[in-house]
């Protein structure tokens, strides 16, 4: 062989290798701008729909927030409506509680007086009269107390009834409250989990 075919032959294997090795390289370069290229665009997807999301949650808490205030404000007024109602009807009741207890007072007072006037009338009389005056006595004093004991059950009753009124009341306003409290704190921490 000559040198010249031995300088084609290296030639032939050096421009292989180099091809090859150009091949490779360009491959390589090839794969790597094509991977740049998809990663580039999923961080634009992703950081596309970071935005969106975080306006709809910007929405989300933004309209929450209003209802929470309307309905707070309304819940707010209603309550401020029915202590009102509650103060009166006590105020009320209390009126009635002072004048049962100043008409005993009245009717303790004249029955009294009456007694004590038909006590100076009857300092005269006869043994039988005492003992029937005593007798009528001792039933106008049970026949008071049945009357006092009556009204005083009667006011009672309605006592017991706005007690009972007010604290369902309170039962009403507080339970959705309470709910509505304990359905956003479980959203927010769901969306806290993600």
């Known amino acids: 062989m000559s040198d010249k075919e031995n300088s084609e032959q290296k030639k032939v294997k050096e421009n292989i290798?180099?091809?090859g090795w150009n091949e490779f390289v360009s491959n390589i370069t090839e794969g790597y701008n094509k991977f740049q290229k998809s990663i580039e665009e999923s961080t634009k997807k992703n950081t596309e729909l970071w935005n969106q999301n975080q306006e709809k949650i910007n929405k989300f808490f933004e309209s929450a927030k209003e209802n929470w205030d309307a309905t707070m404000k309304e819940w707010g007024t209603e309550i401020a409506e029915t202590h009102k109602e509650n103060v009166d009807l006590w105020n009320a009741d209390l009126g009635k509680v002072k004048e049962f207890f100043?008409?005993?007072?009245?009717?303790w007072e004249n029955k009294l007086k009456e007694w004590s006037a038909d006590f100076e009338k009857r300092q005269t009389e006869t043994k039988e009269q005492w003992e029937a005056r005593k007798k009528k006595i001792g039933e106008d004093i049970k026949n008071w107390q049945d009357n006092t004991k009556k009204d005083w059950e009667k006011g009672l009753k309605s006592f017991r009834r706005e007690m009972i009124k007010g604290s369902y009341m309170f039962l009403v306003f507080m339970i959705p409250?309470?709910?509505?409290v304990f359905v956003i704190v479980a959203l927010i921490t769901r969306l806290l989990d993600y």
Do not use: A, H
Request: aromatic fraction near 0%.
């Open 17 to 19: 290798v180099v091809k």
């Open 102 to 107: 100043e008409n005993n007072q009245r009717s």
């Open 177 to 180: 409250i309470l709910i509505v």
